[in-house]
């Protein structure tokens, strides 16, 4: 059980509970870094916390680690997050044990949990998306999508070295640099232009038919001058 009076993020919050204040799913805290966090990773910065103190506390006085460390794992693995009650806290002894080395290496503190997601954009050659680009701009598509996988088995060389058979770079990470918005427009444009070359062609036409109507095909033949006569 959770006690009343609990630190979140380094400051202290009442509950009325006995636990942690439900937030809504969208709330973020400020921590005491002064970083804005999502409720849920502040509530399991806390829990975590609470569960490595009482392990600590625990194994001064019965018990061994790994028996509390199965201890905890089996009270809070499974637990939904009460600011955020779609996710649930994974905390299987493995897991527990991980996360205890990491709380004492960063100085027993809640911000030794702290959840630090890596940027998973790869490089991108710059050739690759021009060409694409490029090519979406040559016809129109249906969607994003079927332009990407119609582009993608072209295959070819968008850097230096060989011609490569497969992409370097996933339908995800394409529309991270040329998004869905920036497709619409470019077949917006297309279609606009394509509306205006039949518009086009179609006023070529009529012109053309009213003049062939109006004006005869050929040149009428002018007479024949006669040759001047001389008499003797």
């Given at each position: 059980m959770?006690?009343?009076?609990e630190?979140?993020?380094?400051?202290p919050v009442?509950?009325?509970?006995?636990?942690?204040?439900?937030?809504?799913?969208?709330a973020?805290?400020?921590?005491?870094a002064?970083?804005?966090?999502?409720?849920?990773?502040?509530?399991r910065e806390?829990i975590?916390?609470?569960v490595?103190t009482?392990?600590?506390?625990?194994?001064?006085?019965?018990?061994?680690?790994?028996s509390?460390i199965?201890?905890?794992?089996?009270?809070y693995?499974?637990r939904?997050?009460?600011s955020?009650?779609?996710?649930?806290?994974?905390?299987?002894?493995g897991?527990?044990?991980?996360?205890?080395?990491?709380?004492?290496?960063?100085?027993?503190?809640?911000?030794?949990?702290?959840?630090r997601y890596?940027?998973?954009h790869?490089?991108?050659?710059?050739a690759?998306l021009?060409?694409?680009?490029?090519?979406?701009?040559?016809?129109?598509?249906?969607?994003?999508?079927?332009?990407w996988?119609a582009?993608?088995?072209?295959?070819?060389r968008?850097?230096?070295?060989?011609?490569?058979?497969?992409?370097?770079?996933?339908?995800?990470?394409?529309?991270y640099?040329?998004s869905g918005?920036?497709?619409?427009d470019?077949?917006?444009?297309l279609?606009?232009?394509?509306?205006?070359?039949?518009?086009?062609?179609?006023?070529?036409?009529s012109?053309?038919?009213?003049?062939r109507a109006?004006?005869?095909?050929?040149e009428?033949?002018?007479?024949?001058?006669?040759?001047?006569?001389y008499?003797?």
């Amino acid at each position: 059980m959770i006690a009343r009076s609990e630190i979140l993020c380094g400051k202290p919050v009442q509950c009325t509970h006995g636990g942690l204040r439900p937030r809504s799913p969208a709330a973020s805290v400020q921590s005491a870094a002064g970083s804005i966090l999502p409720a849920w990773q502040a509530e399991r910065e806390s829990i975590l916390q609470h569960v490595c103190t009482r392990i600590a506390s625990r194994g001064k006085f019965s018990g061994s680690l790994s028996s509390n460390i199965l201890r905890y794992s089996r009270l809070y693995h499974g637990r939904p997050f009460k600011s955020h009650p779609a996710l649930k806290l994974h905390l299987q002894p493995g897991t527990l044990v991980n996360l205890w080395y990491r709380w004492r290496r960063g100085g027993e503190v809640p911000s030794a949990f702290r959840l630090r997601y890596a940027p998973q954009h790869l490089p991108v050659p710059a050739a690759l998306l021009i060409r694409f680009v490029e090519f979406c701009a040559c016809a129109r598509w249906p969607s994003l999508r079927d332009a990407w996988t119609a582009f993608e088995t072209r295959g070819g060389r968008f850097s230096r070295g060989r011609a490569v058979s497969r992409l370097p770079i996933r339908y995800e990470q394409l529309r991270y640099w040329f998004s869905g918005g920036d497709f619409n427009d470019l077949q917006n444009q297309l279609k606009a232009r394509h509306e205006a070359e039949t518009e086009l062609g179609r006023l070529r036409l009529s012109f053309a038919t009213k003049i062939r109507a109006c004006v005869p095909a050929k040149e009428p033949r002018r007479p024949a001058r006669k040759a001047a006569g001389y008499e003797i």
